[in-house]
């Protein structure tokens, strides 16, 4: 068997264990389903590094030997940057005892947490902000949890769970994905302690996260349904955020698994819940509204691999209105991935710099951009230049 048959053999099987299609693979990595067959079958050539990074991460392979039956490359140091600060984190994350204290009062402990969401929306470098923090807060939210009574226990536990959620945004993208499942499992244990329906809605988002980066879509979608069914999304205005934002959840996991109609329902009714809740409605951490869905169509359309439609609705999107440099930055990445599709590289570059300027955190980290970043700086000419200067300010050295 050559090379190229080989390695057709090996990815075919990695596709169908991730029980992806040829088509869906093919649109998460910017190509059709016939390319993908054709590597299959060995009709292509091995791609080149860039293009079997994003294969690999998109099929969920640790080591891209496996695909290649090359010498061993961790795809995580590759495609995920670590933080410099991320063994403080993972240090109080882990931390068994806790230092001696008092507890800090739950109105106390619930402005701090809101202090350390705002920190991390409003930064360009939203990582090296929260790290500085996170620690400390992990710290406070556990010990008053532990040491508080009644119902101002119950309010410190839910907050301890809105910190393991910014554990999890924090460690997200890192190559320690034991992180995230740690902190996903600690905010969900939370929430339930707590015995608040709309802390658990919240940790269930977080946690259909950890999910579908493992492309276990099934498993997201059933913590969401669980989880929405505690939750009377008509009753009050956080209950219709966080039951339109458990079926935002359901239409991205759908999206990723190529179910067009499945996933369209489902947006469908995270967006009318949006719209209750008034046209210029942001949740303040959540970051859930009406503009957020219309940059979540951009997302389902690009996993769809409906490049067209993805285009049109990215070139609509205020992102402006996304109060949120990192949603900002996430999106306008999105944006890029719905161009490239299309062949629009230059377009592509353009979004990709404008997400650059807002969060430089989030666009080092986004797996996604490193590997479009590390493929365009091959091409000749302006693409290749800009691309390089992008892969400069994003600090990545290969």
Same mark, same amino acid.
């Given at each position: 068997?050559?090379?190229?048959?080989?390695?057709?053999?090996?990815?075919?099987?990695?596709?169908?264990?991730?029980?992806?299609?040829?088509?869906?693979?093919?649109?998460?990595?910017? =190509?059709?389903?016939?390319?993908?067959?054709?590597?299959?079958?060995?009709?292509?050539?091995?791609?080149?590094?860039?293009?079997?990074?994003?294969?690999?991460?998109?099929?969920?392979?640790?080591?891209?030997?496996?695909?290649?039956?090359?010498?061993?490359?961790?795809?995580?140091?590759? *495609?995920?940057? #670590?933080?410099?600060?991320?063994d403080?984190?993972?240090?109080?994350?882990?931390?068994?005892?806790?230092?001696?204290?008092?507890?800090?009062?739950?109105?106390?402990?619930?402005?701090?947490?809101?202090?350390?969401?705002?920190?991390?929306?409003?930064?360009?470098?939203?990582?090296?902000?929260?790290?500085?923090?996170?620690?400390?807060?992990?710290?406070?939210?556990?010990?008053?949890?532990?040491?508080? @009574? #009644?119902?101002?226990?119950?309010?410190?536990?839910?907050?301890?769970?809105? *910190?393991?959620?910014?554990?999890?945004?924090?460690?997200?993208?890192?190559?320690?994905?034991?992180?995230?499942?740690?902190?996903?499992? =600690?905010?969900?244990?939370?929430a339930?302690?707590?015995?608040?329906?709309?802390?658990?809605?919240?940790?269930?988002?977080?946690?259909?996260?950890?999910y579908?980066?493992?492309?276990?879509?099934?498993?997201?979608?059933?913590?969401?349904?669980?989880?929405?069914?505690?939750?009377?999304?008509?009753?009050?205005?956080?209950?219709?955020?966080?039951?339109?934002?458990?079926?935002?959840?359901?239409?991205? #996991?759908?999206?990723?698994?190529?179910?067009?109609?499945?996933?369209?329902?489902?947006? @469908?009714?995270?967006?009318?819940?949006?719209?209750?809740?008034?046209?210029?409605?942001t949740?303040?951490?959540?970051?859930?509204?009406?503009?957020?869905?219309?940059?979540?169509?951009?997302?389902?359309?690009? @996993?769809?691999c409906?490049?067209?439609?993805?285009?049109?609705?990215?070139?609509s999107?205020?992102?402006?209105?996304?109060p949120?440099?990192? =949603?900002?930055?996430?999106?306008?990445?999105?944006?890029?991935?719905?161009?490239?599709?299309?062949?629009?590289?230059?377009a592509?570059?353009?979004?990709?710099?404008?997400?650059?300027?807002?969060?430089? @955190?989030?666009?080092?980290?986004?797996?996604?951009?490193?590997?479009?970043?590390?493929?365009?700086?091959?091409?000749?000419? *302006?693409?290749?230049?800009?691309?390089?200067?992008?892969?400069?300010?994003?600090?990545?050295?290969?």
């Open positions: 068997m050559n090379s190229s048959a080989a390695f057709g053999t090996r990815l075919r099987a990695h596709r169908e264990r991730a029980g992806t299609t040829r088509a869906v693979l093919g649109g998460l990595v910017g =190509r059709s389903a016939e390319w993908v067959k054709a590597l299959e079958t060995g009709r292509l050539l091995t791609p080149r590094l860039p293009m079997l990074l994003r294969l690999a991460e998109v099929l969920d392979i640790s080591d891209l030997a496996d695909l290649t039956g090359d010498q061993s490359l961790p795809v995580a140091s590759v *495609t995920r940057a #670590g933080h410099p600060d991320v403080q984190v993972a240090a109080a994350m882990k931390r068994t005892l806790l230092p001696a204290g008092d507890p800090t009062p739950a109105p106390v402990l619930r402005s701090l947490v809101d202090q350390a969401w705002r920190l991390w929306h409003q930064s360009t470098a939203e990582r090296t902000a929260v790290a500085a923090i996170l620690p400390g807060l992990l710290d406070d939210a556990r010990r008053s949890a532990r040491h508080l @009574d #009644g119902a101002d226990r119950r309010v410190a536990l839910a907050d301890l769970a809105r *910190t393991y959620h910014l554990a999890q945004l924090y460690c997200a993208h890192q190559p320690y994905p034991e992180l995230v499942w740690l902190a996903a499992d =600690r905010a969900m244990g939370a339930q302690d707590a015995d608040n329906p709309e802390a658990v809605a919240v940790a269930a988002w977080y946690y259909a996260h950890v579908r980066s493992a492309n276990q879509i099934d498993a997201a979608e059933q913590v969401l349904t669980d989880a929405a069914a505690l939750v009377d999304g008509h009753s009050s205005p956080e209950r219709t955020v966080r039951w339109g934002q458990l079926q935002l959840g359901v239409a991205l #996991g759908h999206a990723k698994a190529g179910r067009a109609g499945r996933a369209w329902r489902a947006w @469908d009714a995270a967006e009318a819940a949006a719209r209750r809740l008034g046209d210029s409605y949740h303040p951490w959540l970051i859930f509204g009406p503009t957020v869905m219309e940059a979540y169509a951009v997302t389902v359309e690009a @996993d769809l409906r490049h067209g439609e993805a285009v049109r609705r990215a070139d999107v205020n992102y402006s209105g996304l949120s440099r990192t =949603r900002r930055a996430g999106h306008l990445i999105d944006a890029a991935r719905a161009h490239m599709l299309a062949r629009e590289d230059v592509g570059v353009h979004l990709l710099g404008r997400a650059l300027r807002e969060s430089v @955190d989030t666009v080092r980290h986004n797996p996604y951009a490193r590997c479009a970043v590390m493929e365009l700086s091959t091409r000749r000419g *302006t693409i290749g230049e800009d691309a390089r200067e992008l892969a400069l300010g994003m600090g990545m050295d290969w």
